[in-house]
């Protein structure tokens, strides 16, 4: 992630706009999974999303530009909000995505 993160800085320059767009979900039943395809989930959709937005957040312009001139959206799910069946772990991943982004808009506003 870091690599495309620093192909994608090399190409464009400061990135003022940070779209996190990914899911996977595997529609089973917790005992119906296996480990590896848990962690699969949790990398893809929370892990993936939080190694960007430390890498965006870590960018020197954003020291000293005005806030207002970057963006971070998420694409989330309402599975971050409302949990259904055979999804437990898509569900919990949309969830930490929720809570994430609602402490970190805390911590940018203070």
Not at 72 to 99: D, E, F, L, P, W
């Amino acid at each position: 992630m870091e690599a495309t993160w620093q192909q994608i800085v090399s190409k464009f320059g400061q990135v003022h706009i940070l779209i996190n767009n990914a899911a996977i979900a595997m529609g089973k039943r917790v005992d119906e999974l296996k480990i590896n395809e848990v962690q699969q989930m949790i990398d893809i959709n929370f892990v993936a999303y939080t190694h960007f937005i430390i890498l965006f957040l870590a960018q020197t312009c954003l020291k000293t530009a005005p806030i207002h001139r970057f963006q971070i959206v998420n694409t989330g799910s309402i599975a971050g909000h409302m949990a259904c069946s055979r999804n437990s772990i898509y569900c919990a991943s949309k969830y930490a995505i929720s809570g994430f982004v609602d402490a970190l808009r805390q911590e940018l506003l203070s």
